[in-house]
């Protein structure tokens, strides 16, 4: 269920609450987006090891320092990548010629709706790995800290994810379509694993959607 | 063997999966399976002739990801992969009557607009592969797994364009029927047959079991041989590894009913293997072939959707054409397309099935401004759009890079016309409207209209045209010149239904032209000719009259099952929708954000007072309040959005009361760009439509803009400011050195930057003269910049 206080994070109300029209306007914006859009998601397990200054996952090597301390401990790990395909793109492109009010709504419900989908889906590979004694680390993606948004090509070409899910990226690194994720899940028997770290984690203290 | 004359004489049977069989063999997950040509030739070939042992007719060369954007990094040239590939192929098929088909998949990239993929780019990349693989002795072009017909048509075209090669194509859809950028079945089949390929169908997504259920749909639509190579079962992951695991006996048993249903060229996709393909071939090596029947559909598409005419009368909606519209004129003039695509959206909102796009003016350059406007009527519209032009380099460019198959107006009689017409109809496919004039102008009667539509329907078959991608008009004309008018031109209409058996259209509103209250006329007309066997009607949907008469008539002829449509439209609907009261000030209803309101008070306003005023003491009070009150976090982006939208609203009645005075607003002019590389630009727009209610000229030159088109655009219109903005740290660059070149180029022209990853700092390392954070800091620094310079 996508969460009506992240839909207002994204727009900026920094914890305030919603006003009515805002608020009405929220809840036609999901029911347009969940009839327009089909999520879907990919994810492939790859073996985690460690060299000095690199992880490699399978055979791709990463330079990151901060992805290393991430996957600190973890043997495993889940390539995964999701998105709610081009017709939502169409349908912000489409809002923002005659409404750029809705269009903003739509574009935060957008992007809290593939973060919901996520954690969804995250929560199937949870109880898959659960069954093999193996916790979760949060969802780690190219472009935080150190680790290199370059490396969506290699994430998206493992996962063979235009094939499968329509997922691209562009030669500037976006992922296109754009509302979409690609992230590393570490798997490890400790039970240390905690989600909320995903925002607090992050070294972008001046984010405006940085939660407090 | 020649492929195309065995088809439909015997099943034929393509080869099984590649890649999985290379997995097994240990390919690893991202590796280029291109490149084991190389490597691994002996591999290849051992698989394939294993296919070929099991009674493979066709055999697929290794060579899916092999175009110039996948290899770009592999250190070998696509030539030299393609040719392998082949060469491995016939090798595997030597001393077998087995085929080799050049196999080509998608880019890999997602086409513009939403990606960074230009159409021609992909045209490129896709007759680079194909010529690579005909000039190595490939014996026709398969190409599959295509999930977007864009890329698709790209594709197609660079077959057929660069080899004399069949072309087969198969699509990859969902278990809706439903390719992933969102077209349905039909829509791709339309696309396909107008392009002319040889046989089309599905491959990928799922196991034989699902596609025998789109199967059907298939059939009901298609009229060239079918072909279905589905996966041996759906996918899913075991410990993390994508299992298929449809045996060969279950999987041969699900073919045979696919033949059955009608598929003439069967195979099998990921997870099949030999074994598969033998069983399928002992099964259905003696089926007859269902014969395949020709459907006649006279149909249209979008990259979305399909439609087709016949059932029920379609309505063209006729307001994208600058014939006697003086805003879209001068739209079309500065360039502004958010005005073409607003009226396309309205109409779409008020039910038109097809949108007409003319966008001829004496002084423009129509083939760009055509190409432009269907691109960008096509990213946010999804109807099939009808190319409107009497140039035929611009119908050209228009067709070429439409995504989908359009309807063309116009060809006539005319020996001329029809020469230029129909070559680019058997090429790019469509449906093309056909006016019954010539040489001699217009008959006066209804026998001469049809004499010529017979003309040009008996001339399309010569160029391979069938009659059902012809639509003739047989042209509305005024009663105020000729009362006989009327009669002549639905005799006409009739005639050529029953007679010819093509359908029809008309210019509905044609005939009343030089009479006052048209709409009484056009809309008993409109019914008259739908009477008459009328097929499609171009109409202003944005008229109440005209959409009543046509929901009415369908009611009436059944055309609307149970009156579902009527009642849905009519039912409830209160006589009269309340009126946006005149109460709230001006001021009260931008505030507030009413669009309604603010346009009813600027309305109201403008009976008595000035327009400068009514900006000066409503209008800019009430969006600097606005502006302090977001800033201050009293209120929030969307409000502040939609106060600038009901600001956008008053303001349109007062610029029309001011231009009717010979009144001017317009400020400086401002530039805004997204920089190249970067595809998204809501932030952009925000700004922009922030800074329009400031009066300011914004010269919006979109997203992914090079920085040479900045510079050029600045130094044309003496811009002194420009607002750029990039969303990610890899196209940063891109701005940087969009500064660079202004500064160097233009040393007054001013630089605002803003988006996601930039800072203050940032900003100013990278040389811009100002960064805003948010599109009222923008507006604040415009307002710094250009102070004293004028007053509003």
């Known amino acids: ?212 | 063997m020649r492929i195309l004359d065995e088809l439909g004489k015997r099943i034929i049977f393509f080869d099984g999966g590649m890649g999985t069989m290379l997995q097994q063999k240990g390919l690893a997950a991202g590796e280029l399976p291109e490149l084991w040509n190389l490597t691994h030739p002996e591999l290849i070939t051992e698989i394939q002739a294993q296919y070929c042992a099991a009674g493979a007719d066709i055999i697929k060369t290794n060579t899916f990801g092999a175009n110039e954007i996948k290899l770009s990094e592999c250190g070998h040239s696509v030539e030299e992969i393609i040719t392998a590939a082949v060469q491995i192929a016939k090798k595997a098929a030597a001393g077998t009557n087995a085929l080799v088909a050049m196999d080509i998949g998608p880019t890999g990239k997602l086409m513009k607009p939403l990606g960074d993929l230009a159409f021609e780019k992909a045209y490129a990349v896709f007759s680079q592969a194909a010529a690579a693989g005909e000039k190595a002795g490939a014996d026709l072009i398969l190409i599959e797994t295509m999930s977007d017909t864009y890329e698709c048509k790209a594709a197609v075209l660079a077959a057929k364009q660069n080899t004399k090669l069949p072309v087969f194509v198969t699509v990859i859809v969902d278990e809706k029927g439903k390719l992933l950028t969102g077209g349905d079945i039909a829509s791709a089949v339309a696309l396909l047959e107008g392009l002319g390929v040889d046989a089309l169908g599905l491959n990928c997504g799922f196991g034989p079991e699902q596609m025998k259920k789109l199967l059907p749909q298939l059939m009901s639509c298609c009229s060239v041989p079918v072909i279905i190579n589905p996966n041996a079962g759906l996918p899913h992951s075991i410990g993390g590894e994508t299992v298929f695991d449809v045996k060969p006996a279950e999987f041969s048993a699900a073919m045979k009913e696919i033949t059955q249903g009608g598929a003439w060229i069967i195979g099998g996709c990921c997870g099949t293997t030999p074994a598969h393909i033998s069983a399928t071939v002992q099964l259905c090596r003696d089926i007859q072939p269902v014969p395949q029947e020709q459907k006649h559909l006279t149909v249209v598409s979008s990259f979305a959707k399909a439609v087709s005419f016949g059932e029920k009368p379609v309505l063209i909606g006729e307001r994208i054409n600058p014939t006697g519209k003086s805003r879209l004129k001068q739209a079309l003039r500065d360039n502004d397309m958010d005005y073409l695509l607003r009226e396309g959206i309205t109409q779409q909102q008020n039910g038109a099935h097809i949108l007409d796009v003319n966008v001829g003016l004496p002084e423009i350059d129509e083939p760009a401004l055509l190409q432009r406007a269907v691109t960008e009527i096509q990213s946010v519209v999804d109807l099939p759009l009808q190319i409107d032009t009497s140039d035929t380099t611009a119908m050209e460019a228009a067709m070429r890079i439409y995504n989908g198959k359009p309807l063309i107006n116009s060809v006539n009689g005319k020996e001329e016309s029809m020469r230029a017409i129909f070559p680019l109809v058997k090429r790019y496919g469509g449906v093309v409207i056909a006016l019954t004039l010539d040489e001699d102008g217009i008959p006066t009667t209804a026998k001469g209209r049809f004499a010529i539509a017979e003309k040009i329907v008996k001339t399309a078959a010569e160029y391979g045209i069938d009659k059902k991608d012809i639509i003739v008009d047989t042209l509305a004309m005024t009663i105020s010149a000729g009362q006989e008018n009327a009669a002549v031109t639905l005799n006409a209409v009739r005639m050529i239904r029953e007679n010819l058996g093509v359908h029809t259209s008309l210019g509905v509103s044609n005939i009343s032209f030089g009479l006052p209250q048209r709409e009484h006329i056009n809309a008993a007309f409109f019914t008259m000719a739908l009477q008459n066997g009328l097929s499609v009607a171009i109409v202003n949907p944005n008229s109440a009259a005209m959409m009543d008469a046509y929901f009415a008539y369908c009611a009436l002829s059944g055309a609307d099952n149970q009156c579902m449509d009527y009642i849905g439209r009519y039912s409830g609907q209160k006589a009269d929708s309340a009126p946006p009261s005149g109460e709230l000030s001006l001021n009260a209803a931008v505030v507030k954000g009413l669009k309604d309101s603010a346009r009813a008070a600027a309305e109201k306003l403008l009976e008595t007072e000035e327009p400068l005023h009514i900006i000066n003491t409503q209008m800019i009070p009430a969006l600097d309040q606005v502006g302090k009150d977001f800033e201050q976090g009293v209120l929030f982006l969307p409000q502040l959005l939609m106060s600038a939208e009901a600001a956008k609203s008053a303001f349109e009645v007062i610029r029309g009361k001011m231009s009717g005075k010979g009144e001017q607003v317009k400020k400086e002019k401002i530039i805004l760009a997204t920089v190249k590389g970067d595809v998204h630009d809501i932030g952009k727009n925000i700004v922009k439509v922030l800074l329009e209610n400031y009066s300011y000229d914004l010269i919006d030159l979109g997203r992914d803009v090079s920085p040479e088109k900045v510079v050029e655009a600045a130094e044309k219109d003496g811009v002194k400011l420009v607002g750029l903005s990039a969303l990610m740290t890899t196209t940063v660059t891109n701005m940087e050195e969009t500064i660079r070149q202004l500064h160097a180029r233009l040393p007054d022209c001013k630089v605002m930057v803003g988006g996601a990853v930039l800072t203050p700092e940032y900003a100013k390392q990278i040389h811009a003269d100002s960064y805003s954070k948010d599109a009222m800091g923008a507006v604040h620094y415009a307002q710094k910049l250009f102070s004293g310079n004028e007053s509003h």
């Open chain 1, 1 to 212: 269920m996508t969460d009506i206080k992240e839909i207002l994070r994204y727009l900026g109300y920094r914890g305030k609450p919603g006003d009515e029209q805002v608020l009405k306007s929220i809840d036609s914006c999901m029911e347009e987006l969940s009839r327009a859009v089909t999520p879907r998601s990919l994810s492939h397990s790859v073996e985690v090891t460690f060299t000095d200054n690199a992880v490699c996952l399978d055979s791709l090597k990463i330079e990151s320092n901060d992805l290393i301390g991430h996957l600190d401990g973890c043997g495993e790990a889940i390539l995964f990548a999701a998105t709610l395909g081009t017709q939502a793109d169409f349908l912000l492109e489409r809002t923002s010629k005659i409404d750029m009010s809705r269009a903003v709504v739509l574009q935060a419900c957008a992007a809290a709706m593939v973060e919901s989908y996520c954690d969804d889906c995250e929560r199937e590979i949870s109880a898959e790995a659960a069954k093999r004694g193996l916790f979760l680390r949060p969802r780690y993606s190219p472009g935080y800290g150190d680790f290199s948004i370059r490396h969506q090509h290699d994430l998206l070409r493992i996962l063979d994810a235009q094939k499968k899910i329509g997922l691209t990226v562009t030669d500037g690194c976006m992922l296109a379509p754009s509302k979409s994720v690609t992230a590393v899940i570490g798997l490890t028997s400790e039970k240390t694993s905690c989600h909320i770290a995903k925002c607090m984690g992050c070294k972008s203290l001046n984010c405006p959607f940085r939660k407090d």
